[in-house]
């Protein structure tokens, strides 16, 4: 028997979701791939955390086209979720249509002198400065879909899935984000489900909250992102206070990261290694590691995302814990490597102190 649920996804900040063209567009692969990306989390713990297996059953689940037999039997098969979006709307949020001085600047540099819009901070890449060199008069912007606009998301897949992809779903709910530069918050989003309910917040013993969590110092033993940290038995997430706009969330998060980088700056080893790098790579031209070049990539651990509630706008940050990658790993030098693997765990209690101090933030629990 197949089970129909269809919801209204609207962006609560706007979302860079580009198609061939870099232009902002609704389309359903994105929609896809976060379903995917989050399915992972929520089921990892039945999978005993192996990455193996947990490919092998996403396979399955979501169709494949694996080339290899098993038993000389193929393995490719189809979807078992069907996913469709109402429409493939292009995004109507343009570079002058860009909000002006409603966002504030953030304070880059220790002596005050450097400034920067915290839109263009948090979205570097896709949101740009003004500059006379590239004849940019004003911020420019790829273009995007705006913040509130909304389109119907229609699911349908065998009801022995239900359980999984409900929780997959709530996940979403509190952590998705899409699009470029997702994990600074921008592409937050929202589902307004009209069948079954779905929370907006997590809350405290909440049975789905504790199925995705592990200590976050065991999390580091793995190099993907597999479960949300806790810190004794409570999990990572800290959240802002209510705002009355999106903007001023966005504000308020980008003086967050300025804080987390200069404490992760603050921890250097050899030949240029240092906390900087295990938040994300690139980490800015700045802190370019010669092995790794302009080409590595690795995701950010911490994910902002700015959530609609009741009465006005939150953000939150949580932790997703993964060892730095040992395929980036290997092509530093034995000093960097043995850097890493010391300092680590000191850099993410060095975060984590930062976050639980920082009077712009308080713990969710």
Known sequence: MMVKQDYTVRFVTPAFLGNAEQ????????????????????????????????????????????????????????????????????????????????????????????????????????????????????????????????????????????????????????????????????????????????QDLPQPADATLSRICLPWKQCLKKDWPHALGTDFDKPLI???????????????????????????????GPMGVGGIHLLGYPSGGKWELKMLGIEARLAGQLRFKILKIENGFIGMISHFPCKFPDQLKLKLKDEQRDWIDHNEHLVWESVHNNLRNNKRLKPLF
């Not at 996913?83 to 005050?112: C, F």
């Not at 450097?114 to 896709?126: F, I, K, L, P, S």
């Not at 206070?241 to 998060?253: A, S």
């Open 238 to 268: 800290w959240i802002t206070e209510i705002k009355t706009d999106w903007r001023k969330v966005m504000g308020c998060l980008a003086n967050i990261k300025v804080d987390i980088r200069f404490i992760a700056k603050a921890l250097q």
């Open 23 to 198: 232009e902002g567009q609704w389309r359903t692969p994105p929609f896809k791939t976060l379903l995917r990306q989050w399915w992972r989390i929520a089921a990892a713990k039945d999978h005993g955390y192996d990455p193996m297996r947990l490919r092998e059953t996403e396979g399955r689940l979501f169709g494949n086209a694996w080339i290899e037999a098993i038993n000389d039997k193929s393995q490719f098969c189809k979807s078992r979720i069907f996913l469709r979006l109402d429409s493939w709307d292009k995004g109507n949020l343009l570079s002058n249509t860009w909000p002006g001085g409603s966002i504030e600047n953030v304070v880059t540099t220790r002596d005050g002198k450097g400034q920067v819009r915290a839109d263009v901070y948090m979205g570097y890449g896709a949101v740009m400065p003004p500059s006379k060199k590239e004849n940019r008069p004003r911020i420019t912007i790829r273009n995007a879909i705006d913040a509130g606009n909304s389109n119907k998301l229609y699911l349908r897949f065998d009801q022995s899935l239900s359980d999984e992809i409900f929780l997959t779903l709530q996940l979403i709910q509190w952590f998705g984000t899409l699009g470029s530069r997702s994990r600074n918050g921008w592409g937050s989003l929202l589902l307004e489900p009209a069948q079954r309910s779905i």
